[in-house]
């Protein structure tokens, strides 16, 4: 089992910045694909981003150019660096992993973060 927890949300100004973090403890392996889904209100969930163990990424059209995933094995976490944030951005992200990239991307992840919430007010 991997229990995953996330942190760093809160409440910013359109064009403001949050970093969110998620900590990996368990069964951990440095190897699992590691991302980011969000759900906003009334909205179904959605990939925001991926890392696989190697480094490479995956984005979401809407956040490219605006957020940054990294990942640091030796301590099992992954960040999500967020930048010019947008009203649209408010919802709850979840940090998600599992051994395939293309499992996280799919939503299909096996182990999920409880999630924190992220407000962006205009």
């Known amino acids: 089992q991997v229990q995953l927890v996330e942190s760093g949300g809160g409440s910013v100004q359109a064009g403001g910045s949050l970093r969110l973090s998620c900590a990996a403890s368990?069964?951990?392996?440095?190897?699992?694909?590691m991302g980011w889904f969000r759900q906003a209100p009334g909205k179904e969930r959605e990939f925001v981003a991926a890392?696989?163990?190697?480094?490479?990424?995956d984005y979401t059209d809407s956040v490219k150019g605006r957020f940054t995933i990294s990942r640091d094995n030796a301590k099992s976490t992954v960040n999500l660096q967020m930048n010019s944030l947008k009203p649209e951005d408010t919802a709850v992200y979840s940090c998600?992993?599992?051994?395939?990239?293309?499992?996280?991307?799919?939503?299909?992840?096996?182990?999920w973060g409880k999630g924190t919430l992220v407000n962006v007010s205009s």
């Open positions: 368990g069964r951990t392996s440095s190897n699992y694909a």
């Open positions: 890392i696989t163990w190697l480094g490479s990424t």
């Open positions: 998600v992993a599992d051994r395939l990239r293309a499992t996280v991307v799919s939503g299909k992840a096996g182990y």
